[in-house]
């Protein structure tokens, strides 16, 4: 299994190597040059089995052995689930009418990132151990991604984390997640920006190779391919336990499996695509808030950022670049790199293409998709507590607002997916008029001392921030470089 950039400028790397990058050199993402199909023999092999159990499968399927053993590869997986809440670590449940949601947030920081994220330290750790060299990871999050970053990797030998988050558009929770840790490899900025704000010095960042070569500099963002991976495995998960597929009869069509997916980053729904491409038999919808551009360039091929990000109540979805739709297209058109490289490239410089009609007509065929207001947010979140007594966190009641507005197909079970615990968004559940009351770890958060540095706008902030975070990359290196220094 090798892996190439989306872009075409790049080949024949290998899961190592693809780990400890972000972008590729030619600015592109990295994806499998092939991918490997599941045929219904081996899903029905695979039903029953527990989760952790699924992700080592889909893994062993992009990681070779020679380069993490199976039996390694095994207790790296169970090592990076043990600490879930619930035994199962990922949990379904089944509400009213067929409302059946995939509940991912079992995690530390209570958010579906937890799982990918995870996984993904455990193994950048186990090739640091390995290759006794240190890296430096920089994360730009919208909310939950910086927070589980944190919480993966604090305190690990070998690995300084750098995290940039936009003050005032995340949650106090997710905040505190990120802030109240004080261990010596963490470093929190906070940005007077968006979450795409600060995605624009991190792209340059990464592609100064210099920098990224002599500094062990990585991304544990969703453009990091170990983190889709990990993804696939949700989707194989939900579709082994409940597409029904162990009543389908040897030779006939597997049944098919619904799944509707809260859209912003577009990692979620990209992982879903892929494993469609595998050969499981999933329809994909992908539903967004306010910032509607996935839904936009489905439904008009209208791929353009909005003037500016939306703040809506469903915060980790505020996002006007769906990065990993890269991945997707590069897929529909064929993993024609030249096309996707000309496309991806006018939409950085002017933040706006327009597909094809044939480009959106195979979007289409592929992936469904919808858009929820604040209302709509807060009108789903009552429903389903009124209905099931079960609350709904406002990422989640973006999903499920298509339980209640859109017909259910006949035949074909539907699954939502749960990408946070309500836990974490207090403001909007209270906004609702729901019941709230807050686990004893997140009250604790409250009394824990904070730290973080601040990014200031300025006339020219983009480039500020960049000097700014490249200095502290630099600097973080060099003094841990001088520590594990051998005495003269």
Known sequence: M??????GGVGGWSFRDVLFSGYAPDGGMFMPETLPVLDPDALRSWRGLSYPRVVVEVASLFIPPQLIPRDDLGVLVEEALSGFSVPEVVRVARLKDGLTV???FHGETLAFKDLAMSCTVH???YFLKKESRRAVVVVGTSGDTGGSAIQSAKGLPGLDVVVVYPRGRVT???EK???TCLEDNVHVFAADGSSDDIDQPLRRLFADQQLVLSHGLMSLNSVNWSRILIQLAHFVYAYLELSEVERAEPGAALPELEVVVPTG???NIAAAFIVKQMGVPLRLVAMVNANDIVHRTVTRGDFSMADKVTQTLATAIDIQDPYNMERVFWLLLGRDGASVKAMMEEFQRSHRHSLSEEQRRLLSDVLST?????EGILETMRRCWEENLYLLCPHTAVAVWHHYHCPHSWGVNRCYVATAS??????AVQKAGLPFSPPAALQALDGLPTRCQELRRSADWSKDWEDRLRRHIQDVYAARKSRSAPPP
């Open 102 to 104: 995939l509940e991912l």
């Open 177 to 179: 997640h990120m802030t």
């Open 2 to 7: 090798q892996y190439c950039s989306t872009r």
């Open 370 to 374: 919808g858009a929820v207001s604040d």
């Open 123 to 125: 193994f950048l750790s």
């Open 172 to 174: 106090p929770v997710q």
């Open 265 to 267: 980053g577009a990692g």
């Open 422 to 427: 309500p836990a974490k968004f207090q403001a």
